[in-house]
């Protein structure tokens, strides 16, 4: 018997999730459909997988699938989402989650994606995977000369890294001691440097281009 635990704040659809996977698979499935409570279920009970909606309150799926596999490295984690995750798909992967599993896909591409997972065999939608591959066909086109010529400051920097922990602003602005409104403002000018129109495409970006420099931040060297 394999037991799961899905995680995601709409009932109804995580109730129909549970039903075609409990009746579709040797599958006993457990829902929390609040990601605070997530930590504590996972470290009492022993799940083969979990299964986590990318876009929660509270935590979202980043910082939640983060958290779990801090405690337990060993853990099985599948993304699932309706909406375009692939902006962020290499923040994703650097958590070591499995793979994404989109709410369109049919049941038994659902049911095959999870027992994929179990064996051990990463997990993309085909839609993502071309996807991707237009984007980094594109990325190639872009002139390294140009991005050389782009630096971004400390306080950027400290910014960017705390978005990769999937920290909020006001989360932000507690850390380096100024204002959310300071943080909004720093957040605007980094997506104007970079040319992007998200907090995920931010961080790849620097990230791909080696723009995060700091060094004198202990806590960062590992980010």
Same mark, same amino acid.
């Given at each position: 018997?394999?037991?799961?635990?899905?995680?995601?704040?709409?009932?109804?659809? *995580?109730?129909?999730?549970?039903?075609?996977?409990?009746?579709?698979?040797?599958?006993?499935?457990?829902?929390?459909?609040?990601?605070?409570?997530?930590?504590?279920?996972?470290?009492?009970?022993?799940?083969?997988?979990?299964?986590?909606?990318?876009?929660?309150?509270?935590?979202?799926?980043?910082?939640?699938?983060?958290?779990?596999?801090?405690?337990?490295?060993?853990?099985?984690?599948?993304?699932?989402?309706?909406?375009?995750? *692939?902006?962020?798909?290499?923040?994703?992967?650097?958590?070591?989650?499995?793979?994404?599993?989109?709410?369109?896909?049919?049941?038994?591409?659902?049911?095959?994606?999870?027992?994929?997972?179990?064996?051990?065999?990463?997990?993309?939608?085909?839609?993502?995977?071309?996807?991707?591959?237009?984007?980094? *066909?594109?990325?190639?086109?872009?002139?390294?000369?140009?991005?050389?010529?782009?630096?971004?400051?400390?306080?950027?920097?400290?910014?960017?890294?705390? =978005?990769?922990?999937?920290?909020?602003?006001?989360? =932000?602005?507690?850390? =380096?001691?100024?204002?959310?409104?300071?943080?909004?403002?720093?957040?605007?000018?980094?997506?104007?440097?970079?040319?992007?129109?998200?907090?995920?495409?931010?961080?790849?970006? *620097?990230?791909?281009?080696?723009?995060?420099?700091?060094?004198?931040?202990?806590?960062?060297?590992?980010?």
């Amino acid at each position: 018997m394999i037991r799961m635990l899905l995680v995601d704040n709409h009932v109804v659809v *995580a109730q129909g999730i549970k039903y075609v996977l409990e009746n579709n698979s040797s599958m006993v499935v457990d829902i929390l459909t609040d990601s605070r409570y997530v930590l504590t279920r996972t470290k009492e009970m022993e799940y083969d997988i979990v299964l986590i909606d990318m876009f929660m309150n509270y935590l979202n799926g980043f910082e939640l699938s983060k958290q779990i596999l801090h405690d337990d490295p060993s853990k099985k984690i599948l993304i699932f989402t309706e909406k375009d995750i *692939a902006l962020h798909f290499n923040v994703l992967v650097e958590t070591g989650v499995c793979g994404f599993i989109s709410k369109e896909d049919s049941s038994a591409t659902v049911v095959n994606a999870v027992e994929c997972a179990l064996r051990g065999e990463t997990v993309i939608p085909t839609k993502l995977f071309k996807q991707l591959r237009r984007t980094e *066909a594109s990325a190639l086109l872009e002139t390294c000369e140009g991005m050389r010529d782009i630096t971004l400051t400390e306080r950027e920097q400290m910014v960017l890294l705390s =978005i990769s922990e999937g920290l909020t602003n006001q989360q =932000i602005a507690d850390r =380096i001691l100024v204002s959310q409104r300071a943080v909004e403002y720093t957040i605007t000018e980094i997506f104007k440097k970079l040319n992007v129109k998200s907090r995920a495409e931010a961080w790849t970006k *620097a990230n791909n281009y080696s723009l995060i420099t700091l060094q004198q931040y202990p806590e960062y060297t590992t980010v």
